[in-house]
């Protein structure tokens, strides 16, 4: 039997995006969990150096990342639109902190539009996927302000993340989180084309990496 897959949602995502990427690696019902972005931040990730592979997308990739930075011996991860941190900062490029800003405020009086133009942003240049994205709910504010306020770079390069074997695939077009954000990154970094949902979209590229840990 390969080894187990652990899938990390990012934030407003539903179990869905990843069945493009489950099919194609073929995986049975019993060799992966998916686990939503609530779980992810209340629960805290599995136990690492067990064998399994970790597969996270944006918010879920920030966790796996944020868990590299301090204790992240013997993890096999693939990370997908994935940033040490979201906002831009004068070292590191990222969203507009304003923009992040107005996200919360939206959030506060207009919820669905927020995700419904979350939802289109993340998919460009693709066709909006909506049936991928959750209804807007009280907790969103929560994986909101996680991504809002996390910034795992400082110990990337630790000894740490140095014991452990990831990879990074992020779609070209990105305007979620930049291409040059995961470049950043001290990990080989696949290209893909498309936006931020497209390394779920078009899965081959994280297949073909998954598949050398299987």
């Not at 934030?11 to 972005?37: F, M, S, T």
């Not at 150096?49 to 590299?68: C, K, N, P, Q, T």
């Not at 709910?137 to 993340?161: F, H, I, K, N, P």
């Amino acid at each position: 039997m390969g080894a187990f897959v652990h899938f990390f949602s990012g934030w407003l995502c539903k179990a869905a995006v990843w069945e493009p990427l489950i099919v194609e690696l073929g995986l049975p019902p019993g060799g992966y969990r998916v686990h939503d972005w609530r779980e992810v931040l209340t629960e805290g990730l599995p136990p690492a150096g067990d064998g399994s592979i970790w597969v996270g997308h944006s918010l879920g990739a920030l966790r796996v990342l944020e868990f590299l930075a301090s204790s992240g011996q013997g993890v096999r991860a693939v990370l997908l639109g994935a940033t040490a941190r979201l906002a831009a900062a004068e070292d590191y490029p990222g969203a507009d902190p304003r923009a992040c800003a107005a996200m919360r405020r939206r959030l506060r009086s207009d919820a669905a539009g927020l995700v419904r133009d979350f939802a289109a942003a993340a998919c460009l240049p693709d066709v909006c996927k909506a049936e991928w994205f959750e209804e807007p709910a009280a907790d969103c504010a929560e994986g909101l302000v996680y991504l809002q306020e996390t910034d795992a770079r400082a110990g990337l390069c630790g000894d740490a993340a140095a014991d452990c074997r990831v990879a990074l695939v992020h779609g070209r077009e990105d305007g979620i989180v930049p291409l040059a954000s995961a470049q950043r990154l001290p990990f080989e970094c696949r290209v893909v084309e498309g936006g931020h949902m497209a390394p779920l979209m078009r899965p081959e590229a994280a297949a073909d990496l998954i598949r050398n840990w299987l």
